[in-house]
């Protein structure tokens, strides 16, 4: 996919930038990079605008990634978008929660851009 | 599982959380911040250490992870992180030195077994300055690891309340 919006999702500024970084280090062309703190502003960001990607942390103050995530389906602009976790919380009941939840990819931080890349990349080619 | 065995299970496990911790710890530094931390030197001097991120857990097990080094230190792993300056304003500062804790916690619980599942982590908060005590109300036991980071002092703690 070529010119994607992201929606990347952490209580982190400097994980967002991160992952940002990570994203075009794995050759994804970017168009914009929306931003928000917790699921209660990035629902608010996809009252506004339609996204091709998901990256988003679990724990996070206001509403965390697991309840953003389950939220998603009842979200127009989200339609279609892949959800990738990113996010310390590794453990299998988690991963199962988040991939139950509609998430299509889990990375678990500390994370490596080619981890990013391993994850990202066949969500996006499904996608497309 | 008994008490009896449970507590021996916690026992034995207990004996090889500092490596874990030393090793998670690394392995966060290694991946996101790009340096190699060596262990300290005996005797440890942590000389200038005023700033503290602390991470809580809860469930499996409780208690709290806390990261302390200076605030040069903690400039410089923003940096790092980030790839800027080391000029980089307070607010980022604190926010990355918050992360590195909250992956430290997450990466420790991840390497002992059965742990992951049953033991959340709360959102990180960072302390600046020196001058302050941590008064526990709960019985715990602590470990701690001492490491450099480009040559400035880093503590790594984990005071366990279950």
């Given at each position: 996919m070529e010119n994607i919006q992201v929606l990347i999702v952490d209580d982190s500024s400097v994980m967002r930038k991160i992952v940002e970084r990570s994203l075009r280090q794995a050759g994804i062309s970017i168009a914009q990079v929306f931003e928000a703190g917790n699921g209660v502003e990035a629902l608010g960001v996809l009252n506004q605008a339609k996204v091709d990607l998901i990256l988003c942390d679990i724990?996070?103050?206001?509403?965390d990634g697991l309840e953003f995530v389950k939220q998603l389906p009842n979200v127009q602009n989200a339609k279609g978008a892949p959800v990738v976790m990113i996010t310390t919380e590794g453990s299998e009941n988690h991963v199962v929660q988040a991939l139950t939840a509609g998430a299509r990819g889990y990375v678990r931080k500390p994370f490596t851009p080619d981890q990013v890349k391993e994850h990202v990349l066949p969500v996006l080619a499904k996608k497309s | 599982m008994n008490a009896a065995h449970s507590n021996a299970a916690v026992r034995i496990s207990h004996e090889s959380w500092p490596a874990l911790l030393g090793l998670a710890t690394q392995e966060v530094f290694a991946i996101m911040v790009g340096t190699e931390l060596t262990t300290a030197p005996e005797p440890f001097v942590e000389s200038g250490v005023d700033m503290t991120s602390m991470v809580g857990l809860a469930g499996e097990l409780c208690g709290v992870l806390t990261v302390r080094s200076t605030g040069a230190a903690v400039a410089l792993i923003a940096s790092k992180m980030l790839g800027?300056?080391?000029?980089?304003?307070a607010q980022q500062t604190w926010d990355a030195f918050g992360e590195v804790c909250n992956m430290i916690a997450g990466n420790f619980k991840h390497k002992i077994a059965g742990m992951g599942n049953d033991c959340m982590l709360s959102v990180p908060t960072v302390i600046t300055g020196a001058d302050y005590s941590v008064h526990s109300l709960a019985e715990s036991g602590k470990i701690s690891v001492n490491l450099l980071f480009e040559g400035h002092p880093l503590i790594v703690a984990l005071e366990v309340h279950s």
């Open positions: 724990n996070m103050p206001v509403m | 800027v300056d080391p000029d980089t304003d």
